[in-house]
């Protein structure tokens, strides 16, 4: 067994850990797999560990990653900038990271003429850091009502980043973030189904996974750093 698939197997049984403790099941919880830092060999014996989703924040890499490893299902995570959005949309999985209306039609325009439909989330700045992007709690709902007529788009949930702390100091972000999906998934905008909740990383993901991620974003405690 490789070292990848050591640690991957680690993550596995710490995302079942918590589960258990929060009564979910473990299933429901997806590992996406950064790839920001690796190259093309650790992604191979990534996928040789069964890791089926990956991560990528930078959209040359996206698409380099994606044209070697098409059969896996990649996610953006990072910033998206306007004028990349072409090279990203119809082959992202789920784009993460929408924190404005202007991404959100940018992508809506784009998926439209090439006639798909991208799975996004919207990112959602919980902390309040200086260094993180992300939508309040308001513009989150306002989203929500204008991607509600947009034909080249899907919410499918919420993202955020907890501040690098103690696990137990950030839970009140996972905890607050967890809060909002719901109140925002019982208003079902226009038939808009929230079902995913992307949050928790290498430093925090157990926490997250008790307060109801169904995505973790783990890099380091994969690959190794």
């Known amino acids: 067994m490789s070292r990848i698939a050591e640690r991957y197997e680690a993550v596995r049984r710490r995302v079942r850990d918590a589960a258990d403790a ?3 099941n473990a299933e429901r919880v997806t ?4 790839a920001k830092t690796v190259g093309p060999l650790e992604v191979r014996a990534a996928i040789a560990a069964g890791i089926k989703d990956f991560g990528e924040n930078r959209a040359h890499e996206f698409i380099a990653k994606h044209g070697l490893f098409p ?4 996610h953006f995570i990072g910033t998206l900038q306007s004028n990349k959005v072409q090279h ?4 992202a999985h789920l784009i993460h990271s929408v924190d404005s209306l202007g991404l959100l039609e940018r992508i ?3 998926a439209t003429t090439m006639g798909t439909v991208q799975s996004v989330l919207l990112q959602v700045d919980i902390a309040h850091e200086e260094s993180k992007h992300g939508l309040d ?3 989150v ?8 007529e947009l034909k ?3 919410v499918r949930g919420l993202m955020t980043m907890a501040p690098y702390a103690r696990p137990e100091s950030v839970r009140w972000v996972f905890c607050d973030l967890r809060a909002l999906f719901e109140s925002l998934a019982a208003m079902r905008f226009n038939g808009i189904e929230l079902s995913e909740l992307s949050m928790g990383m290498t430093n925090d993901y157990p926490v997250a996974v008790e307060e109801g991620a169904t995505m973790v974003r783990i890099g380091r405690a994969i690959f190794g750093r």
């Open 88 to 91: 990203v949309v119809g082959k």
């Open 71 to 74: 059969d896996v299902r990649w």
């Open 137 to 139: 709690r308001m513009e």
């Open 152 to 154: 080249g788009v899907e």
């Open 22 to 24: 929060a009564g979910r």
């Open 31 to 34: 590992v996406v797999a950064v």
């Open 141 to 148: 709902e306002e989203l929500l009502r204008a991607a509600s």
């Open 108 to 110: 809506d325009r784009v």
